[in-house]
């Protein structure tokens, strides 16, 4: 059986998590290869409605292992939290494992994370205020603790020493707030670890036996391609790459082990935060779609900026992630506009470019292209078949994949996993 990685191919919310928890019934083994508990899977299905911010969307099914990856930090406390609430509605997690090798968001880094946008101003990056970045920044830095160390209590509290006194000089000397205790962040260490061992394992050894079993492999990335930290909409980006790069890095997976690639793509373009967003629709279409769609944060429960598809960009996101297939969801928010657009250039300066440029001041100055297409104007949640979809919804659907540069392989019209319609075969 394959490996396939799952990436988000626009700023993140492109709806990944219904579909990494359809195609986990056919999977043995799902990883979640980066970013923290800044990032918010929704799963729909019949056990109810699930917010994921740490455990894999494929917990759902019996018989699936669900892995934290190396590549992710985790924030125990929220982890355990998850962990209980899916306890609670029956949900089996005896099957989630830990990689020992991931790194964990620490008291200090959420307090660096929150005086540091305070000290931005009206220039604020937009985080989530969760400690993900200073969580990176600290694993650069060979500064980092590695869930692993939560069952050294010796090593774990020599390596607390060291880091706490320079954070504390941190949070006195320059942001002039009270320093942490040692003691309690060990100590609150130490009970993280004793909740959290049943969990944590070395796994690099666990999906090398995975692969020689043939099992099915899915590689669940975390927010979008255009939010990557080297290709993304840089400094308006999140702290790990949501690539299918990524995948290997954050889970120990060999580039050549992948099989298949597929990029998640909504029908119309969404992002939270800062940063340029060429399509975004400041007016009552705007407001319409974030209204009828739910356009708030998984996370954070901001309102998400809503905009027309920008083809620019997904033709971007599919060539540095290299899809091997596409999956387009939300299709029937669009399902009472009687006209849509497409952005299928920007115009710089005077210039029409195809590309994204890398200057993120270039980029808030490109005007986007629109090709219109005329809308379906009627209910499209009930379908199950491509050709009963619209022919104006069939048009809408060709001309994405036009710049998908891939195969459209499902389109999601609703949340549930009945909502899908199947295009062209993964296989």
């Known amino acids: 059986m394959p490996v396939v ?31 923290g508990d800044n990032a918010g899977h929704t799963v729909i299905n019949p056990s109810g409605e699930f917010k994921l911010h740490l455990v894999p969307s494929g917990i759902f099914y019996p018989g699936v292992t669900c892995v934290i990856g190396n590549g992710v930090v985790v924030n125990p406390a929220k982890l355990i939290d998850e962990i209980d609430a899916l306890n609670e509605c029956g949900v089996d997690t005896g099957r989630l494992v830990i990689s020992d090798r991931a790194h964990i968001v620490m008291p200090y880094h959420i307090i660096i994370d929150e005086l540091e946008e305070k000290s931005r101003a009206g220039k604020a990056l937009g985080t989530t205020r969760r400690g993900i970045g200073p969580a990176f920044a600290d694993k650069t830095a060979r500064q980092g603790i590695r869930i692993g160390e939560l069952l050294d209590r010796e090593g774990l509290r020599e390596r607390l020493a060291m880091v706490v006194e320079t954070k504390n000089d941190i949070l006195t000397k320059i942001y002039g707030v009270e320093p942490l205790s040692l003691e309690e962040i060990y100590k609150k260490c130490c009970e993280y670890g004793d909740r959290l061992a049943p969990y944590i394992r070395e796994t690099i050894t666990l999906l090398r036996d995975a692969q020689k079993r043939n099992d099915m492999i899915i590689l669940e990335g975390a927010q979008g391609a255009l939010l990557d930290p080297d290709f993304g909409t840089y400094p308006y980006a999140t702290s790990s790459s949501p690539l299918s790069a990524g995948g290997c890095l954050g889970s120990g997976v060999s580039p050549t082990s992948i099989d298949r690639v597929l990029g998640v793509y909504k029908a119309y373009c969404t992002r939270v935060g800062s940063g340029p967003m060429p399509t975004e629709l400041d007016d009552e279409v705007g407001e319409a779609i974030r209204v009828k769609a739910h356009e708030f944060g998984t996370t954070t429960g901001r309102p998400r900026r809503c905009g027309w598809f920008d083809g620019v960009a997904a033709r971007f996101s599919s060539q540095i992630n290299g899809f091997t297939g596409g999956i387009i969801t939300r299709i029937d928010v669009l399902d009472e506009l009687p006209k849509l657009k497409i952005c299928t250039a920007y115009e710089l300066d005077g210039k029409i470019i195809d590309y994204i440029p890398a200057g993120v001041s270039e980029y808030e100055r490109c005007k986007p292209v629109y090709e219109e297409l005329d809308g379906w104007q009627t209910s499209t949640d009930h379908i199950r078949k491509y050709q009963d979809l619209p022919v104006q919804a069939r048009r809408y659907i060709k001309r994405m994949e036009d710049f998908m540069d891939c195969p459209v392989n499902f389109a999601c019209i609703g949340p549930t996993r009945e909502q899908t319609i199947p295009l062209n075969p993964i296989f």
Do not use: T
């Not at 191919?9 to 990494?20: C, N």
């Open 5 to 35: 990685a799952i990436v988000g191919a626009q700023w993140g919310d492109e709806g990944k998590g219904k579909v990494v928890d359809m195609l986990s019934e056919n999977a043995q083994v799902v990883v979640r290869f980066s970013g």
